[in-house]
């Protein structure tokens, strides 16, 4: 029993290092997307892995979710000043976007008279208006959405809902058409 847990042991640390070195080749070439999922991957292997966090806070192009890692390595490593700088960037960089959406003449051309922004209809949302699906079966596919996110699977929420068999094709197209008819008759408004 010592020798198969010994085993196992090993076996997940040399995926651990195998991922590390594609990660570190990827990111090399310049391959940041692919570099950062093998990174990724080792955080659901050990999820304490701290050069794995820094090289998704370095690679993912959102500046939120580089803002999550790091302030993740700094709860860990608060005297690190490396991690505090990056840190303080990545919360520049947010603050500086969050900027940029508030002054945007398109989210204020797309306002309503209350001041929110008034969105897009979502899929599963129009759905359910018009009674192809319940908001229970949407509940259902959005939280199974969530469940393989978490996992590392991005999967649409129209796949679902068509794997699933709550929808059909056509129905599902129908409803990716009014999706593009709503969201382009915003701009010629």
């Not at 390595?73 to 990545?90: F, I, M, N, Q, S």
Request: aromatic letters at 8%.
């Amino acid at each position: 029993m010592e020798q198969t847990l010994a085993t196992g042991t090993l076996s997940i640390n040399n995926l651990l290092k195998n991922l590390m070195a594609q990660g570190l080749t990827e990111a090399r070439k310049g391959n940041h997307k692919s570099a950062h999922s093998f990174f990724q991957k080792i955080l659901k292997l050990d999820k304490a892995n701290e050069k794995a966090m820094m090289w998704c806070a370095m690679l993912c192009a959102d500046p939120f979710d580089a803002k999550i890692y790091l302030q993740e390595l700094l709860e860990r490593r608060p005297e690190d000043k490396l991690v505090r700088t990056y840190y303080g960037l990545a919360i520049k960089r947010c603050e500086e976007l969050d900027q940029l959406l508030n002054e945007s003449e398109l989210l204020q051309r797309w306002s309503n008279n209350e001041g929110g922004v008034a969105e897009i209809s979502r899929l599963g949302d129009y759905l359910v208006k018009i009674g192809i699906i319940n908001q229970q079966q949407l509940g259902v596919a959005l939280h199974f959405q969530e469940y393989l996110r978490q996992h590392g699977q991005a999967e649409k929420l129209g796949e679902i809902l068509l794997s699933f068999g709550y929808i059909n094709k056509p129905q599902l197209q129908k409803a990716l058409d009014f999706q593009r008819i709503d969201f382009f008759s915003r701009f010629n408004d």
